[in-house]
């Protein structure tokens, strides 16, 4: 059997460019979706350690801050002339006669 087609009764081959075109968009726009996802988990993550490292430094600040104020009190005591008349006696030194004290202007 032999079957003749007509070019005018002939179906129009069907074009796919249409769903490459879509399927393209489609990647493109999860390509978008995941980097913006990507992005928004790691500025988390960093944000978490940014904060991490800021609660150290602020604890570390505090400890610092101590340890200032305790070496100060150390410092003024270890200057205080009481102490230093009491060690001054303890090693078997006097005061200076007066006429043996200058006077820097």
Known sequence: MNVSVRAANRRPAQQRT??????????????LVTGCALFYLYTGVK????????????????ELME???????ELNNLRSPERLERAGARLGLAPAPPERVRVLP
Do not use: K
Not at 18 to 31: P, T
Not at 67 to 73: I, Q, S
């Open 18 to 31: 249409g769903a490459v075109i879509n399927l393209r968009q489609g990647l493109i726009v999860l390509s």
């Open 47 to 62: 944000g978490l350690s940014i904060s991490y490292q800021l609660s150290q430094a602020r604890q570390s600040q505090v």
């Open 67 to 73: 340890m200032g104020r305790r070496l100060r009190v």
